[in-house]
T-cell receptor, first 117, second 112 residues
Framework: GAVVSQHPSWVICKSGTSVKIECRSL??????MFWYRQFPKQSLMLMAT?????????EQGVEKDKFLINHASLTLSTLTVTSAHPEDSSFYIC?????????????FGSGTRLTVV | RKEVEQDPGPFNVPEGATVAFNCTYS??????FFWYRQDCRKEPKLLMS???SGNEDGRFTAQLNRASQYISLLIRDSKLSDSATYLC?????????????FGKGTRLSVIA
C-alpha cells in the first residue's frame, strides 16, 4: 500500500530556532502533498499545497515566509518552521494522494508534534 | 458557516451500544466523502469512503444524502477499541490535487 513517511515524530525546540519536517512517499510518486496543522481539540487545517518543482500554494492566513515548503522531488516535501514561537506548537501532518488508478486514496504521514519552548 | 460540521460530542457509550454520528457540509459541489478515525496523537486513518447508495463495512454503515448535504456513520455493537475521534471528511472536487477538508471530529468513548 501507499506509505508516507514523516520525520521527526516529535521535536522540542527553543523559540527563535527553525525546525524542518520531512515527508517522503515511499512507494509512489507524489506530485502534490498537503500540509496540515492541528491544534488540540481542533480539526486538521490545511496550511499549504506543495507541488513538485513549483511554489507551494498557501492558505489564507498562513505566512509563507514563516512556513517554508520545498518539494524538490517527486518523493520528498519539506516544511520548515522558521523562527519558531510557542504559538507554533502544534501537530503538523502531511498527506498525499497516490496516482489515479491506485488502490489507495489519500495517505497521511504519522505527524510531527512540535513543541516550542 | 464551517465547511464541514459534525456533532460536538463527546459520546460516551457502553460496549455493545449502537452510536450514530452526523455531519453536514456546505459545498454542494463536493464530490468525495469519507469517514476517518483519529486516535490520540496519531494521524487520521481512513475508516471508509461514503457513497450515495450507502455502504457497509462490518459493524460500520455510512450514508450520504446529497440533497441535504448530510453524511452519517453508524457503529453497531461498539467495542472498546472503537474509542477514538471520528472525522467527517469531504473532498470539494475530484482530482489528485484537491486537499481534503476535515470536520472538527467527534470523540467516542466506549466504556466497559
Amino acid at each position: 500500500g501507499a506509505v508516507v513517511s514523516q520525520h521527526p515524530s516529535w521535536v522540542i525546540c527553543k523559540s527563535g530556532t527553525s525546525v524542518k519536517i520531512e515527508c517522503r512517499s515511499l512507494d509512489f510518486q507524489a506530485t502534490t502533498m498537503f500540509w496540515y496543522r492541528q491544534f488540540p481539540k481542533q480539526s486538521l487545517m490545511l496550511m499549504a499545497t506543495s507541488n513538485e518543482g513549483s511554489k507551494a500554494t498557501y492558505e489564507q492566513g498562513v505566512e509563507k515566509d514563516k512556513f517554508l515548503i520545498n518539494h524538490a522531488s517527486l518523493t520528498l516535501s519539506t516544511l520548515t518552521v522558521t523562527s519558531a514561537h510557542p504559538e507554533d506548537s502544534s501537530f503538523y501532518i502531511c498527506s498525499a494522494r497516490p496516482p489515479v488508478g491506485a488502490v489507495y486514496g489519500y495517505t497521511f504521514g504519522s505527524g510531527t508534534r512540535l513543541t516550542v519552548v | 458557516r464551517k465547511e464541514v460540521e459534525q456533532d460536538p460530542g463527546p459520546f460516551n457509550v457502553p460496549e455493545g451500544a449502537t452510536v450514530a454520528f452526523n455531519c453536514t457540509y456546505s459545498n454542494s459541489a463536493s464530490q468525495s466523502f469519507f469517514w476517518y478515525r483519529q486516535d490520540c496523537r496519531k494521524e487520521p486513518k481512513l475508516l471508509m469512503s461514503v457513497y450515495s447508495s450507502g455502504n457497509e463495512d462490518g459493524r460500520f454503515t455510512a450514508q450520504l444524502n446529497r440533497a441535504s448535504q448530510y453524511i452519517s456513520l453508524l457503529i453497531r455493537d461498539s467495542k472498546l477499541s472503537d474509542s477514538a475521534t471520528y472525522l467527517c471528511v469531504v473532498s470539494p472536487r475530484g482530482g489528485g490535487n484537491t486537499p481534503l477538508v476535515f470536520g472538527k471530529g467527534t470523540r467516542l468513548s466506549v466504556i466497559a
